[in-house]
C-alpha cells in the first residue's frame, strides 16, 4: 500500500474538527502515572496545543515537566494564563493523561518555567526522555486522611454525646479540616484568585462558611467524605488514564544483539542502534521493529493489529515492537529506534487523541463555564434574600446556600465526557483501531453511507491466476512454461500473477531472447528461436489473430471482472490466462455487519466498470462505480453529502487522499509500521481487516450513548436535589453524597467500555 494518504484537513460540510496532527516531529515522552491527585471540575480546557503570539525559532527547544497536580482543564487553563505572559516562552504542550506540560521556548534555562509553576502551588519536575516510572514522584502519604477521618468523627460523637465544650469540639474539627482538606484550600484559594470557580473553590467556601455558622462537627465531616470521594474518584479515573499506558510494558527492556565479531550481547533497546542485527528466540517478546533477516516464526501481533491469531514471518517480513515470537527463533534489522516504534507512535497518537475534545465536552465545557458562577450567584441570593426580605432565620436559608453549593458542582457533568472518550480510545486500541481523536469516535455513529476503495482494500491487491484455457492441442505444460518465461521478464501485476502460477507449479521458465515490452497491450520475444506474443485483446487484434469465438471466451471472462492474456506464436492463440485479483475472506464478513448496522456501501474504484461490478456481487455491496480518477472519487463523496449521507471513506493508496479528506472520517487500511497512516489518518487499521470498521461503528454508538446517559443522570439528580435543597430536606453530607456520587457513577459507567 501506499504511504501517502491525506493531510489534516477541515471538513467543508458544516463542521470543525479538532487536530492536534499538526504539532512536529516533537513529542513527548509517554510516561506512567502512579499519582492519584484530585478529579476534573470546571473550567474550559484550552486545546492540546497552545500556540503564544512568537512563533519557535531556530534556537527554540522543547523541555518537558512533569506536574503532579495538572490533572483537569483547571489546573491546564493556570498554567496556561501564566507561562502565557512568561517572555521566551512560544508554545505549550498538555498532556493531562500523563500530568506532562511541554514547553517550547528560547529561555537560557528552565528555572522561570519551574517558578511560574511554582507560584501556582504546583511542583513542575523535569522529565528526561526515558525516564522510568521509578524514578517520578512516589505516592501520597496515607495519614493526614486518617486524621482527618478520626476528628472528623470524634467532632460527631462528642457534639452527638455534649461530652466536652464547644471550643474542643471545634478544635477537634478543625485538625481535621486542615489535615484532610488543607490541599483543597490550596487549590481553592489559587482558582479563586484566578476568578474560577471550581469544586475546590466552592468546597472551600462551603465549608468555611459552615465552620462560620458554628457548624463544627458538619463541617469537618465534610470535607473528610470530599477528599475520601476525591480518592475513590481518582483512582477510578486512573484506570482510564492508564489504560492505554500499559501497552508500554509489552516491550522488553533489553534484546540481544549480534557483535561486529559475531558475538551476540543482550543490551538495553533504549541503546541499540538503528541497521542492528538482532536474535529473538521462541516464547520472547519482540524489542524493536525490523524486517526479518534470517529464519521464519509465527507472531502474535495482537498488540498492534488486533489479530486474534498469529502471523507467519519469513525473510523480508516486517516484525512489530511489543509482539511475541511464538515458534521459531527469528533475527531481524532494527529499522526504527525504541522511542519511534509503531508501538510508541500508538501510544503516542492515543495520547494526543486523549487530549482532543470531541463535541460534547465542548458542550459540556461552554455550559459549565456558564453553569458555575450562575449557581454561585443562586447560592448567593439563596443566602441573603429570605432573610433580607422575607424575614426568614439567616442561618437556615445560609447553610441552604452551602449546600447548594456542594450539589450544584458540574463535576460529574464535566467529568463524564473525558473518561467516556479515554475508555472508547483506548478500548478500540486493544483492538487494533487508531482512532485519532474523540471526534471521531464520537461522530462514527452518525455514518450512514460507507464508500470503499477495492484494490488492497476489498481485494489484496495482489492479482492471482484464476482461468487457463488451452485453445489448441498441446502439451500443457510446455505452453504454459512458454508464457512464464515470457511474464517473467516484465514487472506488470497480470504478468508477475502468471509467472508466479508457473513457480507455484515448478515448471521451467525459458530464457527469452530479443524481448520487448509492446506499451498497453504485452511483451515479445524469442524463445528457441521461435517468436511469441503473450499480451491482451488488443495486441491479438493488431496481429490479426482475432475470431468471434476467441472473442466470446474474452468477454465471458472479462465480464467476470478479469483480466485475460493470451500466447500467441505465428499462428495464432495458444491459450489463455485469466487473472483476478482476489476478494479477502473477511471483506465479505464486514460489508454484512454494515448492513446490519444500517449502513450502505458504495464502491469506487479506477478499475473498469465490469471488474468494479463483479466484485461489488462478489461481496455484497450496495453500489459500484469503475473508471474513477481520484478526482470522480471526491466527486463520488460530493454526490453523497448532496444526498445528505453523512460518508465515511476507506481506502489504502495516494489516489484516495482527495476522497479520504473529504469524507467525514477517513479510514486508513493496514496502517501498522506506516508513519504517515498513524500519523494523518482519522481512524487507521493497524491490519487489513475490513470487519473492523463495523467494530468501530459499534464502539462509537456505544460511547455515543454512554455519554447521552452520562449527562442526563448529572443533570437529572443535579436537579432533584436542587429542590430538595430549597425545601429544606437536605445537609450538607447529603450534598456530598450526591455531588461525589454522581460523578463516581458516571466514572464506572463511562469505563464499561474497557470491559468489551
Known amino acids: 500500500m501506499s504511504d501517502s494518504l491525506h493531510t489534516p484537513h477541515k471538513h467543508e460540510h458544516g463542521h470543525d474538527h479538532d487536530h492536534d496532527h499538526d504539532h512536529g516531529p516533537k513529542k513527548l515522552t509517554p510516561v506512567h502515572d502512579h499519582g492519584h491527585g484530585d478529579s476534573c471540575c470546571s473550567g474550559t480546557p484550552a486545546p492540546t496545543l497552545v500556540k503564544l503570539g512568537q512563533a519557535p525559532t531556530a534556537s527554540s527547544r522543547l523541555s518537558t515537566f512533569r506536574i503532579e497536580a495538572m490533572d483537569c482543564p483547571t489546573e491546564q487553563t493556570l498554567i496556561q494564563n501564566k507561562l502565557g505572559k512568561l517572555a521566551g516562552v512560544q508554545q505549550l504542550e498538555f498532556n493531562l493523561i500523563n500530568r506532562i506540560l511541554g514547553v517550547t521556548h528560547d529561555l537560557p534555562n528552565t528555572a522561570p518555567i519551574i517558578e511560574a509553576v511554582k507560584s501556582l502551588g504546583m511542583q513542575a519536575d523535569p522529565v528526561e526522555e526515558g525516564t522510568p516510572a521509578a524514578e517520578l514522584p512516589a505516592k501520597k502519604h496515607w495519614w493526614p486522611l486518617a486524621v482527618s477521618g478520626v476528628g472528623a468523627l470524634g467532632a460527631e460523637v462528642l457534639h452527638f454525646t455534649n461530652a466536652a465544650p464547644t471550643w474542643v469540639i471545634a478544635m477537634v474539627a478543625l485538625v481535621s479540616i486542615l489535615s484532610g ?10 482558582a479563586l484568585k484566578n476568578l474560577n470557580l471550581n469544586i475546590n ?16 462537627p458538619e463541617a469537618a465531616m465534610v470535607m473528610f467524605l470530599f477528599t475520601v470521594a476525591e480518592l475513590i474518584e481518582a483512582k477510578s479515573l486512573d484506570r482510564a488514564r492508564n489504560a492505554i499506558s500499559g501497552l508500554m510494558q509489552m516491550t522488553p527492556e533489553r534484546a540481544t544483539v549480534r557483535q561486529a565479531d559475531g558475538s551476540w550481547v543482550e543490551l538495553e533497546v533504549n541503546n541499540i542502534e538503528l541497521g542492528a542485527i538482532v536474535r529473538v528466540k521462541p516464547g520472547e517478546r519482540i524489542g524493536l521493529d525490523g524486517d526479518v533477516t534470517a529464519g521464519t516464526s509465527t507472531i502474535d501481533q495482537a498488540p498492534i493489529t488486533g489479530e486474534s ?11 512489530f515492537a511489543g509482539t511475541i515470537n511464538q515458534a521459531g527463533s527469528l533475527e531481524y534489522q532494527v529499522t526504527a529506534a525504541a522511542n519511534n516504534s509503531t508501538l510508541a507512535r500508538i501510544i503516542h497518537a492515543v495520547e494526543q487523541a486523549q487530549g482532543a475534545r470531541a463535541p460534547t465536552q465542548r458542550f459540556v465545557d461552554s455550559f459549565s463555564k456558564l453553569y458555575t458562577p450562575a449557581v454561585f450567584l443562586l447560592a448567593l441570593g439563596v443566602a441573603v434574600i429570605p432573610p433580607l426580605f422575607m424575614a426568614a432565620a439567616w442561618f437556615d436559608w445560609i447553610y441552604r446556600a452551602l449546600v447548594l453549593l456542594v450539589v450544584a458542582c458540574p463535576c460529574a457533568l464535566v467529568i463524564s465526557t473525558p473518561v467516556t472518550i479515554v475508555s472508547g480510545l483506548a478500548a478500540a486500541a486493544r483492538k487494533g483501531i487508531l482512532i485519532k481523536g474523540g471526534v471521531y469516535l464520537e461522530g462514527g455513529h452518525k455514518l450512514n453511507y460507507l464508500a470503499l476503495d477495492k484494490t488492497g482494500t476489498i481485494t489484496h491487491g495482489k492479482p492471482v491466476q484464476t482461468d487457463y484455457l488451452m485453445l489448441v492441442p498441446d502439451v500443457e505444460a510446455r505452453v504454459q512454461a512458454l508464457a512464464a518465461g515470457l511474464a517473467a521478464r516484465s514487472d506488470h501485476p497480470v504478468s508477475l500473477a502468471i509467472a508466479n502460477a508457473a513457480v507455484d507449479k515448478s515448471l521451467p521458465v525459458h530464457l527469452v531472447d530479443n524481448f520487448e515490452a509492446l506499451a498497453g497491450r504485452g511483451v515479445r520475444g524469442d524463445i528457441n528461436g ?6 491482451n485483446h488488443r495486441l491479438v487484434e493488431d496481429l490479426g489473430l482475432c475470431s468471434p469465438a476467441l472473442e466470446d471466451k474474452l468477454f465471458a471472462l472479462e465480464k ?13 492463440p495458444l491459450a489463455l490466462f485469466a487473472v483476478a485479483d482476489t476478494v479477502k475472506d473477511s471483506s465479505r464478513e464486514a460489508i454484512e455487519q454494515l448492513h446490519e448496522l444500517g449502513i450502505k456501501t458504495l464502491m469506487l474504484t479506477g478499475d473498469n466498470t465490469h471488474t468494479a461490478q463483479a466484485i461489488a456481487a462478489q461481496v455484497g455491496i450496495d453500489q459500484a462505480q469503475g473508471d474513477l480518477l481520484p478526482t470522480d472519487k471526491l466527486l463520488a463523496i460530493e454526490a453523497l453529502y448532496g444526498q445528505g449521507h453523512r460518508v465515511g471513506m476507506v481506502g489504502d493508496g495516494i489516489n484516495d487522499a482527495p476522497a479520504l479528506a473529504r469524507a467525514e472520517i477517513g479510514f486508513a487500511m493496514a496502517a501498522a509500521g506506516t508513519d504517515t497512516a498513524i500519523e494523518t489518518a482519522d481512524v487507521a487499521l493497524m491490519d487489513d481487516d475490513l470487519r473492523k470498521i463495523p467494530a468501530f461503528i459499534r464502539l462509537s454508538r456505544q460511547t455515543s450513548s454512554i455519554l447521552r446517559q452520562n449527562i442526563a443522570l448529572a443533570l437529572v439528580i443535579k436537579a432533584i436535589f436542587l429542590v430538595v435543597t430549597f425545601l429544606g430536606l437536605a445537609t450538607m453530607w447529603m450534598a456530598v453524597f450526591a455531588d461525589m456520587g454522581v460523578a463516581l457513577l458516571v466514572v464506572f459507567n463511562g469505563l464499561r467500555l474497557l470491559r468489551k
Open 309 to 319: 491469531l498469529p502471523v507467519e514471518k519469513t525473510v523480508g517480513d516486517k516484525v
Open 181 to 190: 482538606g488543607l490541599t483543597t484550600y490550596k487549590k481553592g484559594w489559587i
Open 560 to 572: 467476470q471482472g478479469k483480466s485475460v492474456v493470451l500466447l500467441l506464436d505465428k499462428s495464432g
Open 201 to 216: 473553590a466552592l468546597m472551600s467556601i462551603a465549608v468555611t462558611g459552615a465552620v462560620l455558622i458554628g457548624q463544627w
Open 530 to 535: 521461435e517468436t511469441y506474443h503473450l499480451g
